[in-house]
């Protein structure tokens, strides 16, 4: 099956510093990729969609200053978090469709990163 | 309004019992899909099974086996003959969206923490 990652895994980092996530296609091209973020013990929350080579779409009450995406390259998302906060901290997760061919309909997800924000 | 309801938010079974995670769903789409998603501690999202809104027949994966009603709109996994490794947290997701536009947004329920005994 396809696979997707995420870099780094686990991240803590100091309030006021910004943190970058990957999420890389590894074995497909992603034409379009999802960001999710969960608190623990909750869903999943969409934040962004992003579409290779466009500017990403957000969803409401998602700060787009505050995450920063980059969907450069069709196997690379970026998700960059700005001066982060303690509340920031959650688990960060990724998702990757292969095609616009609406028929297919698996989203393929990364293992996740965890963010702590001390 | 919630578009995804899990009224369970643990169950527990027996090993090799068979067991009912329940979803509801609410849209006004005629074209939508059906998933459940199955997390386990590490964090990942696990496919396990995907329902079209067209489709006729309820989806069966190995030991997954999806109950569409789409009257009642309700899209309920049975588990069967569970095993320990079944013990995670399963949510059920629907995508939305036309089928000409491409965009696989999901929406995902608060979860349901199942814990199987030996």
């Known amino acids: 099956g396809a696979v997707v990652s995420q870099h780094p895994s686990r991240v803590i980092c100091k309030s006021g510093t910004s943190v970058k996530i990957e999420c890389r296609s590894l074995?497909?091209?992603?034409?379009?990729m999802f960001w999710y973020r969960q608190f623990p013990k909750q869903s999943l929350m969409l934040m962004a969609t992003?579409?290779?080579?466009?500017?990403?779409?957000?969803e409401q009450g998602v700060e787009k200053d505050k995450f920063l995406i980059n969907h450069a390259s069709l196997t690379l998302s970026t998700l960059t978090v700005t001066s982060a906060h303690p509340e920031d901290s959650s688990f960060y997760i990724c998702?990757?469709?292969?095609?616009?061919?609406?028929?297919?309909?698996?989203?393929?997800f990364g293992p996740g990163t965890r963010l702590t924000v001390t | 309004a919630q578009k995804i309801t899990q009224t369970q938010p643990g169950m527990f079974v027996q090993e090799k019992e068979a067991v009912t995670l329940d979803c509801t769903y609410d849209?006004?789409?005629?074209?939508?899909?059906l998933f459940w998603y199955k997390q386990p501690s590490s964090g990942e999202m696990i496919f396990l099974i995907y329902?079209?809104?067209?489709?006729?027949q309820n989806a069966t994966e190995g030991r997954y086996s999806l109950n569409f009603q789409k009257a009642r709109k309700s899209a309920n996994l049975v588990i069967s003959a569970s095993q320990l490794g079944d013990s995670a947290m399963y949510f059920c997701?629907?995508?939305?969206?036309?089928?000409?536009?491409?965009?696989?947004?999901?929406?995902f329920g608060t979860g349901t923490r199942l814990l199987v005994s030996p």
């Open positions: 997701a629907m995508r939305e969206g036309e089928m000409n536009t491409g965009f696989q947004k999901l929406v």
């Open positions: 329902q079209g809104s067209y489709d006729e």
């Open positions: 998702s990757a469709s292969a095609t616009r061919d609406v028929s297919s309909y698996e989203q393929y």
């Open positions: 849209t006004s789409d005629q074209s939508y899909g």
């Open positions: 992003s579409n290779e080579g466009s500017k990403a779409t957000y």
């Open positions: 074995d497909f091209q992603a034409t379009t």
